[in-house]
């Protein structure tokens, strides 16, 4: 199979060596990019005049060619030619003949390579913050849908205070749009141009990286050639940010396999969204949100594959590096299924609005209402919280409800109390108290929903 | 101990459960940003009538004398009060009796700690990023000092093509000015007020968040005070980025140890850096070096060990999220220090420039010039890289140098070839012709020295 | 500070590599090893007359009532020195002078510290088993306790079988029991010395490692000194298997926590195994449990961390192996404290009996039951499956209990159906039918749990 | 497409969830083990009559026929069935109707993916260790073959003290018993049969495990349902061995690479083991080492991914235990191939005995040895390292060669010091004086690799 380097060599490569370090079964995924990159290096060396511009042009037009097959799937990739690269080469000797060989002139696989992968990390942001942006925008539908839905809020997994479900549907929203600015922030550092770094060092050939830049839509051009052959920081921040949303995905998705449970029964997944059971008839299985979940154990793992391979390696490149391609490759893919699956399932979610009247009916959950109660007549914070504290355990010890306290006993606890202590005794006037910025009452929610849909439409 | 909670409960907690949930051996490291926070709250409370101006007043003046204390390190922690909030308090309860406890009204542990990590976060990316520039600018010195000397650049190990020194070493200044953008772009989200959020849902008392939000310095409230209690990504993001920076200096440590070797004898490490041995008289060993290198597997594991924790946790707040802050405040640790010895190791460090001069006159370094050579004489790229690779087996096996093939020998390779072509091997000619831009020419490196000052000084 | 080897410096250590590279602040845990250790080395070296029987015995003498200071806490460690090997010898020093330069002969703080620590290493083996075995014998005596609890078996979270609540509990025990089994194979490659392979190479003088070994306990003694000194294989092993421990006590914890919500309502935990709110007065959280789900992450990014730090470390030793001591001992501590806390915890746990009976009452537990009834009718299985599964839906339709559906529409659904059929719809019957080996029958429990109890007394 | 649970819903599964929830892409792999569990299920059920022993037998039959067909490569899956068990469930039926029906008796997914992937687990460890055993080999000829090779053995990648090569090459030996080793043991908990546990409870129909234990060549039964169907610690154990058993190889590869470096130039790596440069005509790199070195990366990340995906899961059976898969297989092909590539790479290298003689007569490497010299003479211990420290500052000081101190001069350093000194100063006397058990002298390499040779023939 014809190489890209073999000339120097006496012998055949070891054909187990061919297979352990063959990367076609991969990187095939960037040809779009090796060709649109050659293409942009034809163009500049032809109008650098490094190669003549008849040749410029003979190779732009096959390479145009090689583009709308790959882009229409029916490129054929040789797995015998190690790499993406060596497969564009040869396929365009292939059609052109000699003058194929003046394309890699002026430029290095370390420095294609680096291009081809920040393209693709371009184009990929992209397209996951559309993917979250889209689920953002579910998830505020949702909320909208069941905006007077109460639920008990939720801390240690025992019941805390009585929240809107719209309200920490929305908490899910900030933590998606936080993970939509670390892609962004990612971005400002894919969008540098490596290409005419050549192996390391640069070239003695008069290139013009400033004119590739352009026609590969890059806002800047590395300064510095060794740097930019060596490293992929950018890769590992983008997998950061990815394991950060993953995390995030994971926890809306225990949430929602928690809520969709027999004995919360909050939720109710739609039957297009659940699998059975090989030997148990009954089961409507979550199986969707638990691979959501487990998705967060493959982006770490990629994530630290990555980590790991890049520490201590010396400047400037190594071939450990090609490992970065499929780690990177299966956690955005992971990702992309991911987050378009949860927001399809939540378009189809019900919520079963009488268990969560019968959740949120629990008294307790205004527990803190009485101490604020108590705080506003005047009550040190730290007497009121232990004044109901020993309510608490008092209707504990005898089984009572909160509201089944007669107004004497009440008194007797703290002098404070009026009857007017019975109308903070359910979930609705708990919620509607949250007047704080950021609480859990309607108007707030409302603000905010209405917010996001302006954020979102953009 | 007096605990913030303990008025409903019967029995006394297990001593075991005291040790083991304990967090004060850890959090007390947050005093200061808690105290803080305290005195922004009784300020705010006072402000908005939720407690009386003079108890405001009274509770503002203990603290601020407190804070004294916990500067000077002159605060006493009383390790069997469970965490730094409950040290807080009981230190201002024996100062100042009942009023005391009005401070934690309209606040919960769950918005404080994330109030208190939130400042000590900006403070410490003020920090780290301070650190790093130091890193930087002692870099730069180091390459202006020895702008002359140039080494074999490798890839792979590999002998690759010469370069100057200096600008190896400015690639790790443009990795580390990556690092120090990460950070900040980090901060931007460290940058929200979390305190006013409550338990999980706000308050029903009439605070002021943006007050807080203006006293403490942060730049925005947060929207969603379930979303503000439940999450840590800016904890997460913050060990992205210093695992990235890890990651860069523990490759700068693998060069340079590796340049410290008697095998390679380019760099000389001041004996104020280097430790010997117990068994072996002879020994000066590069350990700090080793030891920043091995930093990266520490940070990684502690970024690793809070996605674990984090992954598929229900909202809102749970107990599993008070072990964000040994391994938060361990990576930064660590960090902090290795970026100050390692800056103060760069500027001890001498260059043997002999031996960079002997081992970058291994002529094989100019290969790539030579193909260079043949392209800009209109040879097909991929035809005159055949040839030069011929030349490269033919001096091997003969065990020749390059500079010793006779003229009419070049002829038989290529026509093309002159006698300039001799004028071609040495490392000097070789790093000067690398005029591209990011490339390793002398006037290339003088200009992002200069540039690189600029930036630095401001 | 006296160093073990300044000897060739003429330049003062600076100050920063000092802290930085101080190991003292963890490696003091190493002490009694290091002293124990010692001494078998000193008895060895005037054994083999490499120095005077006296000058050994004055050498043993001292270090005896070193120990027995460590032994008491007495021993005073100085944080100046730089690791616990130069503690020792220093002390040593000033108790007897002169004659204390003699013990540090024939042997390297590399080959030192890795007695230290495999000395350490087993005995904490052997705290672990001991711990995990105390929880097992808790674990057997809870399900003995509550033998006749039925609950509903989960998969996927959602209700699959009813199962014996003591079944799940031994299903955590055989978990613990292969963890124990990991444990002690990692024991037999710690079980090995390494003393007396010196720097890396082995000594000229005349020492006796099997004497050394049986002084120590050792049951072999290492076979090359280069790996002796540059691996911790033995480290790692034990760190993955501590992973995998807390992995299983992380899924206990999770279904402790899960079965103690107000919506499983199953399990009753002991009021001091519990903490309250700052905020909200009735809170009863299980922050425990939560602390030991998270123990995982810690673990794992322990384990992470020493695997990141060996990859691609060249032999031999190399002073990154410093690190291996922090995440070893926090390891080992964390899930030390983890191991008793839970133990301690299981035994003061309730069970809420009427819950267990109200949850394990949803007959659709019992559909597999009714796909085997009619199997062993003659029905084939994936026929029978799809019968009940429609019946199932025709239930859920109707919103009927199975126990609803008359006689004749069984038998419109399968003529095999016959009046037993309304035998088996109940929860006792259908884990009483589960009598394959290893099935949650009563005396496939009771079998199990008197072998678990011989088997734990050992 | 026909499932195995889609009985009782009502709706079409969502075409994202069956894309997103499909297994068959990788776990096709395990269709041979799924196929030899069937044929035991078959064979039992008959046997036990819960099936007529007519059936069974064409069950079994039209299994073996599909048996051979997936060993010879000429199987057709269909990829839109959901997973391997589906697949060969629906090419059953597609060959003798509807007795297929009756194979899924008294067994679930859940305990057959179990079974099938126990099987497959216990092969892949067979596999593994006969390839590390060849690797072991490899290098015992490669030792033998290079024996008289004495080069500087490193700490801290500086000179310490002369070892021959051949210990060195030993200790990987070693490293590598251990790791075999350890999949020896996790082999035990391999070895335990599921099969029977049915979906978590067990089954009501009266199965004969213990036959089918023998029939699939399994030691022991499980004991517990739930356990059995709920762990994948021996995935988890297994991945922890890989992990080290990659450490260790990158570690030599590091080695391998460093030695191949021009500055070292001790290892000639064979030219089918290296691969060039598409820009550098000269270039000879070692990417095979550098990929071994960068799969412990793959690796690791495998077992976080695993770890953390298992962390908090809820028992039994949930989906997320379905990416055990590509992690695990992902994880032993990579270090398949990379064990076997290593082995040939191994067999084709050369040592360049010239700079190993080179490298070896720095006579620093004596330092250690010049300590003992003194010792035996009665000089203690540290007394002796101090005066041999001197000595050595005296020589570079001076830019002296130890052996260039004049007799005179060693007696002013030490009065010990007599004309025999000078024997010391090669690096061949201070290997063959490391007599010490474990020690490099050549005595205990010979023995050592006639030991390995009669221990790995086995």
């Known amino acids: 199979m014809a190489k890209l380097w073999g000339s120097r060599f006496k012998k055949k490569t070891n054909s187990l060596v061919e297979k352990f370090s063959s990367s076609i079964g991969y990187d095939y995924k960037l040809a779009k990019y090796d060709v649109l990159a050659s293409i942009a290096q034809a163009q500049m060396l032809g109008k650098a005049r490094i190669?003549?511009?008849?040749?410029?042009?003979?190779?732009?037009?096959?390479?145009?060619?090689?583009?709308?097959?790959?882009e229409q799937g029916s490129f054929v990739f040789d797995k015998k030619a190690e790499d993406v690269h060596t497969n564009i080469q040869n396929a365009l000797k292939k059609k052109i003949g000699q003058v194929a060989k003046k394309?890699?002139?002026?430029?290095?696989?370390?420095?294609?390579?680096?291009?081809?992968?920040?393209?693709?990390?371009?184009?990929?942001?992209?397209?996951?913050?559309?993917?979250?942006?889209y689920l953002q925008l579910v998830l505020v539908e949702f909320a909208k849908k069941n905006?007077?839905?109460?639920?008990?809020?939720?801390?240690?997994?025992?019941?805390?205070?009585?929240?809107?479900?719209?309200?920490?549907?929305?908490?899910?929203?900030?933590?998606?749009?936080?993970d939509q600015q670390r892609l962004s922030d990612a971005y400002k550092r894919c969008d540098v141009l490596p290409l005419g770094s050549a192996a390391l060092a640069g070239t003695t050939l008069p290139i013009n990286r400033n004119y590739l830049a352009k026609l590969l839509g890059f806002s800047k051009v590395s300064a510095n050639s060794i740097d930019a052959v060596s490293?992929?920081?950018?890769?590992?921040?983008?997998?950061?940010?990815?394991?950060?949303l993953s995390m995030h995905l994971s926890r809306m998705?225990?949430?929602?396999?928690?809520?969709?449970?027999?004995?919360?029964?909050?939720?109710?997944?739609?039957?297009?969204?659940?699998?059975?059971?090989?030997l148990m008839p009954q089961k409507r299985n979550p199986d969707v949100l638990e691979l959501i979940r487990a998705n967060a154990g493959t982006v770490y793992g990629n994530l630290l594959a990555l980590?790991?391979?890049?520490?201590?390696?010396?400047?400037?490149?190594n071939r450990d590096m090609q490992l970065d391609k499929p780690a990177f490759f299966n956690s955005l893919e992971s990702l992309s299924a991911g987050l378009e699956v949860f927001s399809e399932l939540v378009k189809c979610c019900g919520i079963n609005s009488n268990q969560a009247l019968m959740l949120s009916?629990?008294?307790?959950?205004?527990?803190?209402?009485?101490?604020?109660?108590?705080?506003?007549?005047?009550?040190?914070?730290?007497?009121?919280?232990?004044?109901?504290?020993?309510?608490?355990a008092f209707t504990q010890e005898r089984k009572l409800f909160l509201s089944e306290i007669p107004p004497e006993k009440w008194k007797q606890f703290s002098g404070r109390f009026e009857k007017d202590v019975y109308g903070l005794l359910n979930a609705q006037a708990s919620v509607e108290a949250k007047r704080s910025f950021g609480g859990t009452c309607l108007v707030n929610i409302k603000r905010e929903l209405s917010n996001w849909k302006k954020r979102l439409k953009k």
Chains 1, 2, 3, 4 share one sequence.
């Open 51 to 70: 190669i003549s511009v008849r040749d410029s042009a003979r190779i732009v037009q096959a390479l145009r060619v090689m583009l709308k097959q790959i």
């Open 103 to 133: 394309l890699h002139t002026a430029r290095s696989r370390n420095d294609l390579v680096a291009t081809d992968l920040r393209m693709y990390a371009k184009e990929e942001i992209r397209n996951q913050k559309s993917k979250i942006k």
């Open 147 to 178: 905006i007077k839905v109460i639920i008990p809020g939720f801390t240690h997994l025992q019941h805390a205070q009585a929240i809107s479900l719209a309200h920490q549907l929305l908490a899910y929203v900030e933590m998606l749009e936080r």
């Open 231 to 244: 490293d992929r920081d950018f890769v590992l921040e983008i997998l950061s940010a990815l394991s950060i």
């Open 253 to 278: 998705a225990e949430d929602f396999i928690l809520w969709a449970s027999p004995e919360f029964g909050l939720l109710e997944l739609d039957e297009s969204f659940c699998t059975g059971s090989s």
């Open 307 to 317: 980590l790991t391979t890049f520490k201590g390696l010396p400047l400037s490149y």
């Open 361 to 392: 009916s629990d008294e307790l959950l205004c527990a803190t209402d009485l101490v604020d109660y108590l705080v506003r007549k005047g009550v040190a914070f730290q007497e009121a919280h232990k004044i109901v504290g020993k309510i608490v």
